[in-house]
C-alpha cells in the first residue's frame, strides 16, 4: 500500500529522484519504496577504486561529515619515499627513520637538521571507514608527503636530497582525525599543488608499504594558491600555477569533487586545510 506522499509507480520515483544533476563521484543516496527508506552509498572513483558500505544510518553518516565515497587511489608519484623505488643509489625510506612519527613536519629528523621555510600550513584530515558506515577509522594511520615552497621533494631533489622534512606519520586519533603542522607547497611545472598521502590500518603496519591500503593525493582552491603564493620565496609558484589548471593536471582532469580541501584562515595567521578521507578498511 502506497503512503500519502508518493504518486505513480516506483519507476516514475526513480525518474524524478535521477532527474537533478548529480556530479561524477556522487550517487543516488536514497531510494525511497513503500514506507521503508534503504540507504545506498556512493563511492568515489571508478572501476576498482570504488567501495560501497552497508548498515550505515543517516545518523552516522550525518555525524561523520562524510558521504561515505572512497577517495580515488592516485599515483604515489616518483618521491614517496616509502621504500618502493630508490634515490641517490639507495632506497628511500621515510617510514623507518627515526621520529618520523611526529605532528610537525617541518623539520628534518634522524640526524638531518634542515628546516623548511613558507606559509605556515596546518592540515586536518577525518578518515572514515566506508566499510563501517563510514564510522571514524580511529587507529588508521596516514604517511603524507609533499614538496617544499620550490617544489622539491626531500630525499630525492638534489638541494635537499639530505633533508627528510614535509614527510611525517601519524595516528588516528578516537575521532579518526589526523593533524599535521606544515607549510604550503610550492606549485612545479605541470601539476597543481597537491599534498601525497598513504594510509595504512594501523601504526604498526605503516612501516611499510606493502601493507598500505589507499594512495591517494588532494589538492587546494585557486583562489587560496593564489593568495598563498603572493608570499616571499613562492615567486616560481606564481609562474608554473599560471600555466597549469585541474582541468589539464593529470591527477585532478577527471574532478576534485573528494580531494579539493576545505581552506580557513589568512596570511597572517596561516592556513587550515581540512578534509574528510573514506578508505575502506
Known sequence: MRTPHHHGDLQADLDRLLSGAVSRRRSLRWLVAGAAAVPLYGCGGSGADSSSAAGATPAAT????ASCSVIPEETG????????NASNGKVAN???LSGIVRPDIRWSVAGASGVAMGVPLTIKLT???VAAGCASAAGATVYLWHCDRDGNYSMYSSAIG???YLRG????????VVTFTTI???CYDGRMPHVHFEVYPNLVKATSAANRV???QFTFPLATCNEVYTATGYSASVRNLARISYATDNVFSDGTALQMASMSGDMVNGYVATLTIGVSL
Open 162 to 164: 639530505a633533508e627528510n
Open 94 to 96: 621515510a617510514l623507518t
Open 62 to 65: 550525518a555525524a561523520s561529515g
Open 184 to 186: 604550503f607547497p610550492g
Open 214 to 216: 589507499k594512495t591517494s
Open 77 to 84: 608519484g616518483p618521491y614517496p619515499a616509502d621504500g618502493t
Open 127 to 129: 578518515l572514515v571507514n
Open 169 to 176: 606519520v601519524q595516528e588516528a586519533d578516537a575521532g579518526g
